[in-house]
């Protein structure tokens, strides 16, 4: 049975640390260390410059000398975010690798909406046996598994039984990886 309801206990400390404004990690000993929470729902404006041109990632081409006075501003709290309330940030652990494939690498910052509905491939954050982890969730047929994307590491996918509930934190909706 798939749901977006965490259990009591776990529900009740994310709440009570949300409404407080609290700065909390939940840790898992084997797959996921989660930096501080925090909605985004209260995130303040904050509007940069972007330069408007486009970056080449290709060929080396000179951009035109006016371009160098076009500038326009983004937030990205209105680029990132399309459900403040519903949207959460979570850091992924510094030895965690099961996600590398799809670019969730140590540290990542993902960004998360409790209020898309997930469907099979979606990346989500999932309770697994009182553990958060992102992993893709595929649903067939009836089975319903969480699987990693490191195929160097082949992790086995957690294949989940009618009688067993899996519980869907929300969805991953984008991820920030640091240069360096």
Request: some cysteine.
């Amino acid at each position: 049975m798939l749901t977006n309801r965490l259990n009591n206990n776990t529900q009740a400390v994310i709440l009570s640390c949300v409404e407080e404004r609290q700065n909390f990690f939940i840790t898992s000993s084997t797959i996921f260390l989660f930096g501080a929470l925090k909605s985004a729902q209260n995130a303040s404006e904050l509007a940069l410059p972007i330069y408007s041109g486009k970056v080449s990632a290709g060929q080396s081409r000179f951009p035109s000398p006016a371009q160098d006075y076009e500038q326009e501003e983004l937030d990205l709290n209105k680029h990132l975010v399309s459900n403040p309330p519903a949207t959460f940030f979570f850091r992924v652990g510094n030895s965690y690798d099961s996600m590398i494939d799809v670019g969730i690498l140590p540290n990542a910052l993902l960004i998360v909406d409790r209020s898309i509905t997930p469907k099979s491939s979606d990346i989500v954050i999932a309770e697994v046996e009182g553990e958060l982890m992102v992993k893709r969730l595929y649903k067939w047929r009836g089975a319903v598994e969480l699987r990693s994307e490191n195929k160097e590491q082949n992790y086995p996918a957690i294949t989940f039984t009618e009688d067993q509930e899996l519980v869907v934190w929300g969805v991953v909706t984008f991820n920030v990886n640091a240069m360096k």
